[in-house]
């Protein structure tokens, strides 16, 4: 199967174009026209010479990424849509609409090898790495869905995004870039579960994008039950490498707490956690524990969980308690598993 040419960015497919025998001139018009334009073959590209198309075509696919299902909350709005791509491989992207924002969750990987015991796509094992055309379809469905007024993208979705880096990087560029989406990568999160040599990479890095770091808990023992990944890079080791994110960016990082109703949320839990985190700028995010079939069971007290939050906010941590959406279609934080009927 020829490669899609939605997976490179502008100045790949200048090159492309180049030795293809094509004029320069047109890549920037062919990047355009592909990032706008929901096309499913190179005959629907508009204002493209034909020569320049039967040139592309005859090395490069154009896919049409269809969603096979959509399910909207009847909570609060939220919209999860189901990609199929062409060998079968499914994931889910999800649409948050808040007071005066919309946001799009999307996915970087089919299933997820972490393993993470809290989480939904932890439970269906690895598939495979999403491309960068299947991560952008994603964007587009989204946006289409917001009416074309998207506030913010989260990388939350399925899979770890540092175990696909070169695939979501080639993604944030293509979407960030002036000639095609122009989406601010300032305006987008991408949300690690702590691959340490990727969070170092990205504070050497000129890309504008937010960093979130899912802690879960700060104790290491529990952690390293709760994330297997832990056994790779330790939380300690996590820690120091978003202390130095910060320093070498100027930048805050988000540290996602996973709140799990009497085993991580008393005083002294928050205490090791104001302990670990001292000297960081950074915002915590408590998220609720969202159940999910065959998932653990947790009761999350309210009470407790704001008096977590109280002592963090005392200790002069910027904290929020995270208002989960989209529980009733399986769409909230570590429920998604490509699973329409749950
Ligand atoms: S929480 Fe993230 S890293 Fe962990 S299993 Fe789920 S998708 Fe993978």
């Known amino acids: ?57 005859a090395g490069y696919s154009l896919a049409w990424f269809p969603v096979i299902d959509r399910r909207v909350s009847k909570i609060d709005g939220t919209i999860k849509l189901l990609f199929r791509f062409q060998d079968g491989a499914e994931v889910e992207s999800v649409i948050i609409p808040g007071k005066n924002r919309v946001s799009a969750c999307l996915s970087s990987q089919a299933g997820c090898a972490c393993g993470c015991v809290f989480c939904a796509t932890g ?122 994110y910060c320093l070498a960016r100027n930048a805050q990082v988000f540290f996602e707490y996973l709140v799990l109703g009497g085993e991580n949320d008393s005083p002294s839990d928050a205490e090791k956690l104001i302990k670990l985190i001292k000297g960081i700028g950074c915002r915590v995010n408590l998220i609720p524990h969202n159940l999910w079939r065959g998932g653990p069971v947790r009761a999350d007290s309210h009470a407790r969980v704001k008096e977590f939050q109280k002592l963090l906010i005392a200790a002069g941590i910027r904290t929020y308690l995270r208002v989960e959406k989209g529980s009733d279609i399986m769409a909230a934080c570590g429920q998604l598993a490509v699973n329409p009927g749950t």
């Not at 200048?14 to 990032?35: D, N, P, Q, W, Y």
């Not at 096309?39 to 204002?47: I, M, Q, R, T, V």
């Not at 990568?185 to 690690?192: A, L, N, R, W």
């Open 1 to 57: 199967m020829f490669p899609d040419i939605r997976d490179y960015t502008r100045s790949e497919l200048s090159e492309i174009m180049i030795s293809l025998g094509v004029k320069k001139a047109h890549a920037t018009r062919v990047f355009g026209c592909l990032c706008r334009k929901n096309a499913g073959n190179f005959s629907e590209l508009s204002g493209i010479p034909e020569s320049v198309k039967v040139k592309l075509a």
């Open 123 to 244: 439970a269906l094992g690895f598939r495979r790495d999403l491309k960068p055309s299947e991560i952008t379809a994603q964007f587009a469905a989204c946006l289409r869905e917001a009416g074309g007024n998207l506030s913010s993208v989260v990388f939350m979705g399925m899979g770890e995004p540092f175990l696909n880096w070169e695939n979501v990087k080639k993604s944030i560029l293509i979407l960030s870039d002036n000639k095609g989406c122009n989406f601010p990568q300032t305006k987008m999160t991408v949300s690690t579960v702590g691959i340490v040599p990727v969070i170092q990479e990205l504070a050497k890095s000129d890309l504008k994008i937010k960093l979130a770091i899912s802690v879960v808990t700060a104790d290491e023992k529990q952690r390293a039950k709760l994330v297997p990944m832990n056994a790779t890079y330790p939380l300690a080791e996590v820690i120091e490498a978003a202390r130095h």
